[in-house]
């Protein structure tokens, strides 16, 4: 049971803060972190991995510090985001070649065993080359898996998976995490990580915005005030209609149509259409302003 | 130190690219340029040391040791599979020394090998055969251990690395002689010329000098390497 410690960790490139102050344990079980691009989820990564030294605080993973100390990929794995792989190699040979690197006493065994549980026995005597983007991210995992680390950390791992294999991905990362493992994966987009992590860790401009538990702060997520911009043939009847549902905040009526604020998602869409079609209005356009990363995370923020 | 996994994927890596056909063209350039004065000038004994010492240790040296030993590492710094090799405990200084081992024999093979090849191929000249491959041999590990420190400094170790050949030493090694203090080629120079002593070589630098500066060098080189090496980071992302 390995736990990854940030104490104040900040990191900043020059006049850019890149990492602001962060303070939290992440545990086993999978963790998503979550934040819109550039919020500093890599950087968080590549700390933990040892790849970039924290300007101030200390990072540590069960006591150890990351920085400058090789020995700690005994218990991590990482999984990189970059697509880059030896490939003029094939799978099984990547995967046998970092097992050697670990100086496992088997590493024959070792990456068959890592090879099948990332399910690419029947790829891996092809070489990475002529391997898609969702084969080529399991052979990483199968790689960072192979000498059974306790933490495996991964970045972005579903960019450029189709369906079935961020499907498979999900299930693999769960069992991993139900086994006792520190899962940690980073992820910009918001459903990858309600499907796979109960406890989250949300990311914005370099801060950690919110932290715990997903259903909670996914709650906070969806009674935050919803803004669109609706087109209609009429504006003033429909603005006058809605203002007496009890899901809407404000109206606001303005030169490129109605601004409605409403406190109900999912109600408002469900009976835009309804009160739009019983006052005999023509709807040419809704749509939702405030729909970003950016914009979600900034009102946890503030909240 | 030397380790056999990390050998066996730098080896694939840089043979394998069709850029390896590029580290036998100056080797085949100079056999052939001895071939065809072999056949017009049979009989003259100045120009083997010039072909060989001039073109063989200003060009072919360290235009193939430019290449091979910004490769060895350097293009896996550049596209981040270094990564994957660095995710590992395996000691940094183990990763320098192997990839300085690797570029250091494919440089000894495409220029080391075609220097005797091309010596053996001119007029009564074998003793001058031998005497440049042992300096050629020398001056592929120090070539290499300064470029694989350059791969691990900079993205930009190829033109760094053509401006010390072109600028450095060639030209200003041959105007200024202090400055063949730092001139790789001239270690080698040193090492042929003490095994077979020959003006036309243009040696500026003695045997014992040459040995030392060479070690202090390659030494010096991959130390350094090995450090970096272990403050190598990734790019983050700037909020």
């Known amino acids: 049971m390995s736990v990854i410690e940030f104490r104040n960790v900040s990191r900043w490139y020059g006049n850019v803060v890149a ?101 690419m026995s029947g790829a891996q005597d092809r070489k990475i080359s002529t391997y898609s983007k969702g084969m080529r991210q399991r052979i990483k995992v199968a790689a960072a898996l192979v000498h059974d680390p306790e933490i495996l950390l991964l970045d972005e791992p579903f960019n450029g998976m189709d369906p079935r294999q961020r499907l498979h991905m999900m299930d693999l990362l769960a069992r991993l995490g139900d086994e006792g493992r520190s899962i940690l994966f980073s992820s910009h987009i918001l459903e990858e990580v309600e499907r796979l992590s109960g406890t989250i860790q949300v990311m914005v401009a ?6 715990g538990d997903f259903r909670a702060i996914r709650r906070l997520m ?53 009160i739009t079609r019983d006052e005999n209005i023509r709807l040419t356009e809704l749509l939702p302003t405030d729909e970003s990363l950016e914009s979600v995370f900034g009102y946890l923020i503030a909240n | 130190m030397f380790n056999p996994t990390i050998a066996g994927i730098t080896v694939r890596a840089t043979l394998g690219r069709r850029r390896a056909l590029l580290f036998a063209l100056p080797a085949v350039i100079l056999i052939g340029l001895t071939l065809v004065l072999r056949a017009s000038r049979p009989d003259a004994s100045d120009w083997p040391s010039q072909v060989l010492g001039d073109f063989g240790f200003s060009v072919l040296l360290p235009l193939t040791a430019l290449i091979i030993g910004t490769g060895v590492l350097g293009a896996e710094i550049d596209d981040g599979s270094v990564v994957h090799l660095l995710a590992t405990p395996v000691r940094r200084a183990d990763v320098i020394v192997t990839k300085f081992a690797v570029a250091t024999a494919a440089t000894a093979l495409f220029a080391a090998v ?34 694989v420190l350059a791969s691990v400094l900079t993205t930009r170790a190829i033109a ?80």
């Open chain 2, 114 to 147: 075609p220097e005797l090849i091309a010596g053996l191929i001119a007029p009564n000249e074998a003793r001058l055969a031998v005497a440049l491959f042992v300096g050629a041999v020398v001056g592929s590990a120090v070539y290499s251990a300064a470029f």
């Open chain 2, 160 to 239: 760094l690395g053509l401006i010390y050949v072109a600028v450095w030493e060639g030209l200003l090694s041959n105007l200024v002689g202090g400055v063949r203090i730092l001139s790789i080629a001239h270690y080698s120079l040193g090492v042929a010329n003490a095994i077979d002593p020959d003006k036309s070589l243009g040696a500026g630098l003695g045997l014992t000098t040459s040995l030392v500066l060479a070690v202090v060098v390659t030494v010096g080189g991959l130390y350094l390497a090995a450090r970096r090496l272990e403050t190598f980071a990734l790019a983050g992302d700037p909020a």
């Open chain 1, 206 to 211: 370099g801060r950690l915005a919110a932290s």
């Open chain 1, 19 to 119: 990492v602001n102050d962060i303070t939290m344990d992440i545990g086993p079980g999978v963790t998503g972190l979550l934040g819109p691009n550039g919020a500093g989820k890599s950087t968080i990564l590549h700390m933990i991995a040892g790849f970039l030294e924290p300007s101030k605080g200390t990072l540590t993973v069960d006591g150890d510090r990351t920085w400058k100390n090789p020995e700690i990929y005994r218990r991590l794995g990482l999984v990189p985001e970059r697509d880059s792989v030896y490939a003029f190699l094939t799978g099984a040979e990547f995967v046998t070649a970092t097992a050697r690197l670990h100086k496992l006493a088997d590493p024959g065994g070792a990456a068959r065993r890592a090879i099948e549980l990332t399910e």
């Open chain 1, 222 to 274: 969806t009674s935050r005030p919803h803004v669109f911009r609706v087109k209609t043939s009429d504006d003033r009847r429909l603005a006058a209609a809605l203002v007496g549902r009890d899901y809407t905040h404000a109206v606001e009526l303005t030169s490129k149509g109605l601004q409605v604020r409403t406190s109900d998602f999912g109600a408002f869409c469900a009976q835009i259409a309804v």
